[in-house]
């Protein structure tokens, strides 16, 4: 039975419904406009003489009933007289009991219509009809037929009418095929004929006539899908009278499947229920009127579909089923074509599902708890024959005892470290730790390897030193059981690992020089973790010998891991050798390889991305540099690297400040920041907070950024390479907006690459307060260093320009510096990094004539603004030059600011102008604008300044 679904109070309504079945008074019809401007063309067409025939059709609940009601309020409201019945299951078997249903009250002697008795009596006694003539059936069928075709045509040369009847499906076959003999006898008459029927359901004639129908140019036959979700949603606020929590529309969206039925049902029971509790009875109802019909074979294979879930596969199928594959598919046919079970086609094999969630979950319910835990045990034991075995985990579990404990800890063991490969981390805690309860007391042997397993889900959880303590443990007890030495020297890697991101660099240097490495029989992904530490370490000497080893791998394994990490290693090298544009290659070649070997994928790929990021960037390459940059790979990375995403994500954040975007760069340090908390390692949270302090002082917030110094200094370990080039990088950038360049870091060697664009910057900056506090020496230096550190690398050597500009405008050489900067500027802007073009345009406009100084100056400013940079702005202030945030200033403005300058109130200014104070308001309000002040105070040092 279908049920109204309900609409919302404060949504578009049309005219009233009236009494029906599966309406409500006043309740809007939601998201079936297109299937309702249908019916309302039909009417309209029947009303002018021109009727014909729709029929609707669609799953239980989907909402014909309600649509049927509304155009039945349509037609009323046009005029119509409306006919309507309803076929009932249990009277299927008693002939035209709709048609008598509906017809009754306009055939009675009291209706004034005189049809033909003897023809109708035996469906209206009260007819008082003659004695029936014997002969053909048939020809009385056809003559009775035509008895209520006349009947029909009287009542619509008194006006149109509309003929509705519902619930076709439960209708007997003389009552089909007398709705269909006037649905094609309608074309000429007032009259609209509409029948609603379910899908999916065994009914020849019925069948028959949707097809007769869909041909018929009088015609129509309506397919109703499921509601959109923006419908369910509308639907879902109705029943609430306010907008949905977006848990319970996503719970109602993903279970209902747009059946307006399940969503009214649903809607009310997880409100009232708090997203917890048994399914609504009426959906219930609704499921068990449908397995009802079912044979028992039709209805045990439905069982088994619907407990199995997502693993549905014929064979599995068959083996629980104890069905012949013959058997098992014409039993599919059936429940397919009652529309009970879906095939869905995949590469391998067809896989069959039941066609509703809620369906799933009714029929799941409505076993016992034993048939339940029997079923999953089953379908496990299936799957795990079947070699499917971390398939089989979600049905062991549910299968309670019934499963083999050795089964079991083998299934959950390998869905857990599944779960662990793809990042799903409370999936593994969960398969884990049922394997660890089991194997405890019934394979001990295993425990070991659960308890390396767990550690890695600690350290992807951020969870370091619990991780120590679980790899640990797992090694000892290996050891004392005497178990293969090999598997602990693999488990020993990771503890060296373990302690770098602890940030223990002794430690795991020490692990990993005892474990040694193994270049002929290591797995790539081994040898990747003497590759790290040596980087983490700096000990570049070891790295190149690592890279060496890597390159040469694929001569002893032939595997696109070994090929990723041997492009790697020649990568590496290239950096090593400042060869820019060779190390790009290689680490592109690298990435590639890496994405295609499968769950290793994103721990092979993750070096080459964090490498490419900085080189490309160097090459002038932002969007390389930001698209390998991907933060959603990380996951599956930081059961391996906790530090994964926080490293990957200040990349990142770097990149947008080359690119000119310092809002968006604050926003990737904000979540950088907030995963070194998660994974709350000083070494990690010094880094970050020293990250966001340098773009907090980009942006100008001086004060926020000394505050995130100061909260970096707490974590500040110099033993930490990467920390302390971004805790040097952030205190320069400080002392150079405060103009207190004595106070940064002396810049000391560099490295050759590591976070290539962090140690750009800081080098950069280094060279820029050495510049203001007047060390040329150390300027020079400076630019010796940013040539020196690669070739091929464009936007290195732009950046040594500027600062060789810089020097030169500080010696007073400035021909060689206006080249300089206007080259270096150039070259920037055309590598997208406007930010640090303006900054050489900033000098370059105190080397100009006035008017173009104030062009170069507007472009600068521009670039700022555009950045959200504060700093630079009122910079060019302090040097002369006016801000053109929104063009220069008018004459009379620059009047009022000179007079702003010399003291002068308002009502001075506006004396001496022969203005009104409002006037000089409005004047001041734009010079504040267009110069970036917020006060009158810095507006009249500004005139001053350049008075001077």
């Not at 008598?100 to 008082?128: K, M, T, W, Y």
């Amino acid at each position: 039975m279908d049920a109204a679904p309900a609409g919302s109070a404060d949504l578009p309504r049309r005219g009233g419904v009236g009494s029906y079945r599966g309406s409500e008074p006043g309740v809007p019809l939601i998201g079936r406009d297109a299937e309702f401007a249908v019916l309302a063309g039909a009417i309209d067409a029947a009303g002018g003489g021109r009727g014909g025939v729709v029929l609707v059709r669609g799953q239980p609940g989907i909402g014909k009933s309600r649509l049927a009601a509304e155009a039945i309020g349509a037609a009323r409201g046009k005029g119509f007289a409306i006919v309507e019945g309803r076929a009932d299951p249990l009277l299927s078997g008693l002939s035209y009991a709709p048609i008598v249903q509906a017809f009754r009250g306009h055939l009675s002697e009291s209706a004034g219509l005189s049809p033909e008795p003897g023809n109708l009596g035996a469906l209206f006694p009260d007819l008082r009809p003659v004695s029936p003539e014997a002969g053909d059936p048939g020809l009385q069928r056809t003559r009775m037929c035509e008895a209520v075709l006349a009947a029909t045509r009287q009542l619509t040369a008194r006006g149109p009418v509309l003929l509705v009847v519902d619930d076709l499906h439960c209708a007997d076959r003389g009552t089909i095929e007398l709705l269909h003999y006037l649905g094609r006898n309608a074309e000429e008459l007032p009259l609209l004929v509409i029948g609603c029927f379910r899908s999916g359901v065994d009914n020849e004639a019925l069948d028959a006539m949707a097809e007769a129908t869909r041909r018929h140019p009088a015609g129509q036959l309506l397919e109703l899908a499921p509601l959109t979700d923006q419908a369910v949603r509308d639907l879902v606020q109705h029943v609430l009278g306010t907008p949905p929590p977006l848990a319970l529309l996503r719970a109602v969206t993903s279970r209902a499947s747009g059946v307006a039925l399940f969503v009214v049902a649903l809607t009310r029971h997880l409100a009232a229920s708090r997203m917890c509790g048994p399914l609504p009875e009426v959906i219930r109802d609704v499921v068990r009127e449908q397995i009802g019909r079912l044979g028992e074979v039709d209805r045990r294979l439905l069982e088994v579909v619907a407990v199995a879930g997502t693993h549905g596969r014929p064979e599995v199928l068959a083996d629980v089923s104890g069905m012949s594959l013959p058997e098992l598919h014409a039993t599919l046919r059936r429940l397919v074509g009652r529309r009970l079970v879906v095939e869905q086609q995949s590469a391998v094999e067809p896989l069959y599902q039941v066609a509703h969630p809620l369906y799933a979950e009714a029929v799941y319910h409505e076993l016992l708890l034993a048939e339940r835990r029997a079923l999953h045990a089953a379908i496990g034991a299936a799957l795990h024959r079947a070699d499917r075995t971390v398939a089989a985990a979600p049905h062991y579990a549910a299968g309670g005892d019934s499963v083999p404990v050795d089964r079991a800890i083998e299934a959950f063991s390998a869905a857990g470290a599944r779960a662990l490969t793809v990042g799903d981390l409370d999936e593994a805690a969960e398969y884990l730790a049922a394997a660890l309860r089991r194997a405890r007391d019934a394979r001990p042997d295993a425990v070991p390897a659960l308890l390396v397993d767990l550690a890695r889900l600690q350290q992807g959880r951020g969870r370091l030193d619990e991780a120590a303590e679980l790899l640990q443990d797992a090694v000892a007890l290996s050891e004392r059981r005497g178990q293969d030495t090999e598997r602990r020297r693999a488990w020993r890697h990771l503890q060296a690992l373990l302690e770098v991101e602890r940030g223990n660099l002794p430690a795991a240097v020490g692990l990993a020089r005892a474990s040694g490495r193994r270049p002929d029989t290591d797995p790539p992904t081994r040898l990747l973790v003497h590759w790290i530490i040596a980087l983490r370490h700096g000990d570049f000497p070891e790295l190149a010998v690592i890279s060496q080893e890597l390159v040469a791998l694929p001569s002893t394994s032939d595997t696109p891991a070994a090929h990723s990490v041997a492009h790697l290693g020649a990568g590496a090298l290239a950096a090593l050798a400042g060869d820019v544009e060779t190390a790009v290659v290689e680490l592109r070649s690298a990435l590639e390889l890496a994405l295609r070997c499968g769950d290793e994928g994103p721990r092979l790929a993750f070096a080459p991305r964090m490498m490419l990021n900085g080189l490309s960037t160097l090459r002038g390459d932002l969007v390389t540099a930001i698209r390998v940059a991907d933060i959603s790979t990380t996951p599956a990375v930081r059961q391996w690297l906790p530090s994964a995403t926080c490293y990957l994500q200040t990349m990142l954040a770097t990149t947008r400040y080359f690119a000119g975007d310092l809002r968006t760069a604050l926003s990737e340090m904000d979540s950088a920041v907030a995963e070194a908390r998660r994974v709350g390692q000083d070494r990690l949270m010094g880094r970050t907070l020293a990250g966001r302090a340098f773009v907090r002082a980009e942006r100008g917030h001086l004060d926020e950024a000394a505050a995130d110094l100061a909260d970096a200094r707490r974590h500040y370990d110099p033993s930490q390479i990467d920390m302390l080039d971004a805790f040097d990088l952030a205190a320069t950038a400080l002392a150079v907006r405060r103009g207190v360049a004595a106070q940064a870091p002396a810049l000391t060697d560099t490295l050759p690459f590591g976070d290539t664009q962090l140690n750009c910057l800081r080098v950069s900056f280094a060279g820029y307060a050495a510049v203001q506090r007047g060390d040329l020496a150390e300027a020079d230096r400076v630019v010796g260093l940013l040539r020196a550190a690669g070739t091929n690398a464009p936007v290195l050597h732009a950046l040594a320009d500027r600062q060789q500009g810089f020097a030169d405008a500080a010696r007073g050489n400035a021909p060689e510096a206006v080249d300089r900067l206007r080259g270096s500027a150039t070259v920037l802007r055309g590598f997208g990094m406007n930010l640090l073009a303006a900054q050489a345009e900033v000098e370059l406009a105190e080397l100009l004539d006035p008017p173009e100084a104030e062009v170069v100056t507007s472009a600068a400013t521009a670039a700022f603004t555009a950045a959200g940079s504060t700093p630079w702005p009122e910079r060019i202030v302090k040097r002369g030059h006016s801000v053109q945030r929104s063009g220069p200033l008018t004459r009379r403005e620059s009047e009022i600011a000179v007079l702003v300058g010399k003291g002068l109130s308002n009502a001075d200014i506006a004396s001496a102008l022969f203005l009104s104070e409002r006037t000089v308001e409005t004047h001041l309000r734009n010079v504040y604008r267009k110069l970036g002040f917020t006060s009158r105070v810095r507006l009249a040092h500004w005139v001053q300044d350049r008075a001077r």
